[in-house]
């Protein structure tokens, strides 16, 4: 067995969520939902979509966390979602069931971009195995987007890395 490189593993960029920065969270969803149905054969869903702006440059990424605090009850159309994120913050009094679902319906018509993290780390695609587990152990990452000459050609997911560093120590 030999040390493969991430171009050898990664999920390619053709198959893996993205969107352009200005659909609204609904339309990500149906992307997402989409990704998750094909991979019910075996391969982990998604659980980040890409963000990109209209010359395909990566803007950042969006995690289905961040979605569900952007569709939380009672966040104000304008308001930064990311902010509202609190470690040990209670639960927040959440309206009728009547009402909730009207709420979600509005707060589902945002654009992705109000709900976007930065990039923090990339991977080039001649990058080994062990090179991208210790960048991922580095960042705290569980995705990482591939890069080919400063363009994204897919993603390497945790799961992935994990599949290739069980193959060769099993």
Request: charge should be negative; hydrophobic fraction near 40%; aromatic fraction near 6%.
């Amino acid at each position: 067995m030999r040390m493969k490189k991430v171009s050898e593993f990664m999920v390619p960029l053709e198959v893996y969520p993205h969107v352009p920065y200005w659909f609204s969270i609904r339309q990500t969803v149906a992307i997402m939902q989409k990704a998750e149905d094909r991979s019910q054969g075996g391969s982990v869903g998604a659980r980040f979509v890409l963000v990109f702006n209209e010359s395909y440059k990566l803007l950042g990424t969006v995690r289905r966390r961040d979605i569900f605090q952007g569709l939380k009850p009672g966040v104000p159309p304008d308001q930064d979602v990311l902010s509202l994120s609190r470690v040990g913050e209670g639960p927040a009094e959440l309206p009728s069931s009547d009402s909730s679902i009207g709420e979600l319906a509005r707060l589902a018509e945002r654009p992705i971009s109000d709900l976007m993290r930065p990039i923090e780390s990339t991977v080039d695609h001649e990058d080994l195995l062990l090179q991208v587990m210790s960048k991922m152990v580095e960042q705290n990452a569980s995705m990482l987007p591939v890069l080919k000459e400063d363009v994204v050609v897919g993603v390497v997911r945790s799961a992935d890395v994990f599949q290739e560093i069980a193959s060769l120590i099993l």
